[in-house]
């Protein structure tokens, strides 16, 4: 069992900066794949980032290619989300996941556990 607490969201300027974190409770937290989601207003969530549990594979969505940047401390439990040059489409309630491999890292039904999300705003 994993649970999963997101901190760090908040009022950001378009252009700015923001680091999200997801602390996880549970022992095998170390060999799960850490995913980040993220859900806009009437829109479907969709798949923002995701490292294996050793950080050697990593993936990103296209919209945040060269902007955003994933991250794992396993002796910390934690897994981080550093968030550049946002812009105000980067708007949405971000959510932490988890599941036991990499494979189809994008795919939402594949993940086993979720945080209860962390809303980022970026205004224009």
């Known amino acids: 069992q994993v649970q999963l607490v997101e901190s760090g969201g908040g009022l950001v300027q378009a252009g700015g900066s923001l680091r999200v974190a997801c602390a996880a409770s549970?022992?095998?937290?170390?060999?799960?794949?850490m995913g980040w989601f993220r859900q806009a207003p009437g829109k479907e969530r969709e798949f923002v980032a995701a490292?294996?549990?050793?950080?050697?594979?990593?993936s990103y969505a296209d919209s945040v290619k060269g902007r955003f940047t994933i991250s794992r401390d396993n002796a910390k439990n934690t897994v981080y989300l550093q968030m550049n040059s946002l812009k105000p489409e980067d708007t949405a309630v971000y959510y932490c996941?988890?599941?036991?491999?990499?494979?189809?890292?994008?795919?939402?039904?594949?993940?086993?556990?979720w945080g209860q999300g962390t809303q980022v705003i970026v205004s224009s």
């Open positions: 996941t988890a599941k036991p491999n990499f494979g189809g890292a994008d795919l939402y039904a594949l993940y086993d556990y």
């Open positions: 549970g022992r095998t937290f170390v060999r799960y794949t």
């Open positions: 490292i294996s549990w050793r950080g050697d594979s990593i």
